[in-house]
């Protein structure tokens, strides 16, 4: 059952998930003088290959992240159903 505790932890973790990608993404750019940032080409080259790969295909490296995220869910899902 979707209680509203569970949804406001969920939301949590997106946003520190969100926080953290926007994080990495901005310092792997180059910041402009105008305060905009431009995303090297090696890195829009390589997350475009990676947006159009199924996880099956994926290397393990890049599994590893995905596995990483979903352990974090897990885990506010075992919460989730203690307080649910």
């Known amino acids: 059952m979707?209680?509203?505790e569970l949804i406001e932890l969920?939301?949590?973790y997106e946003h520190k998930r969100w926080?953290?990608?926007q994080s990495y993404l901005f310092s792997k750019s180059i910041k402009n003088e105008d305060g905009?940032?431009?995303i090297p080409k090696e890195l829009v080259d390589r997350w475009n290959r990676q947006i159009k790969?199924?996880?099956s295909c994926l290397s393990?490296?890049?599994k590893d992240s995905d596995?990483?995220?979903a352990k974090e869910?897990?885990?506010i899902l075992n919460l989730g159903d203690k307080n649910g």
Do not use: G
Request: hydrophobic residues 30%; proline residues 0%; contains cysteine.
């Open 19 to 21: 926080s953290k990608w």
């Open 73 to 75: 869910l897990i885990k």
């Open 67 to 69: 596995r990483n995220c």
């Open 10 to 12: 969920l939301a949590d």
């Open 60 to 62: 393990e490296t890049e």
């Open 36 to 38: 905009s940032v431009t």
């Open 53 to 55: 790969t199924d996880y």
């Open 2 to 4: 979707i209680n509203s």
